[in-house]
């Protein structure tokens, strides 16, 4: 098999700066919600590993780590029902739902996976959840989909 470049297709942003607002204000409206970084960090953390998105993993990780999650928490997060002491109740029930949404054709989201987001977050939560999970696969398709480069590294 022969080694092909890989390349950046498109720059969006380069191409037209303006379709990136709508996404940018959803960014906003969910980080001014109640769900804290670290927890966002988690969730776009694991709906980036499960769609193998390189770029996001890069910057969510950054982002992780400069919001306090414990680096054990980012090593095992795509094992995370192997290590439940790691993560809180509310973790849990935030990542299984980030798995379940990001995975919807595989069965849609369980009724259990439903009850757990429930008893650890309110309506108003549970929408911000919602809202930070779509967000982020929509991200990790335009980020995969023009093989967005990755920003030089930072140490």
């Known amino acids: 098999?022969?080694?092909?470049?890989?390349?950046?297709?498109?720059?969006?942003?380069?191409?037209?700066p303006k379709a990136y607002a709508p996404m940018l204000a959803l960014e906003k409206y969910i980080h001014?919600?109640?769900?804290?970084?670290?927890?966002?960090?988690?969730?776009?953390?694991r709906a980036s590993q499960i769609n193998g998105c390189a770029f996001c993993l890069d910057?969510?990780?950054?982002?992780?780590?400069?919001a306090?999650?414990?680096q054990r928490q980012l090593d095992v997060l795509a094992g995370w029902q192997e290590a439940p002491g790691?993560?809180?109740?509310?973790?849990?029930?935030?990542i299984a739902l980030t798995e379940q949404v990001t995975l919807i054709s595989q069965g849609g989201v369980s009724?259990?996976?439903?009850a757990r987001v429930a008893a650890e977050f309110s309506p108003q939560?549970?929408?911000?959840?919602?809202?930070?999970i779509c967000?982020?696969?929509?991200?990790?398709?335009?980020?995969?989909?023009?093989?967005?480069d990755l920003p030089p590294q930072q140490d």
């Open 1 to 16: 098999m022969t080694d092909i470049p890989f390349t950046q297709r498109m720059n969006v942003h380069a191409t037209d």
């Open 32 to 45: 001014a919600g109640s769900l804290g970084e670290a927890l966002l960090a988690l969730v776009k953390l």
């Open 59 to 66: 910057m969510h990780g950054r982002e992780a780590r400069a």
């Open 68 to 70: 306090g999650v414990p």
């Open 86 to 94: 790691l993560y809180s109740a509310r973790e849990r029930a935030a």
């Open 111 to 114: 009724d259990a996976v439903w």
């Open 125 to 132: 939560e549970t929408v911000e959840l919602l809202m930070a």
């Open 135 to 148: 967000a982020i696969n929509s991200w990790n398709r335009l980020a995969i989909t023009t093989h967005q």
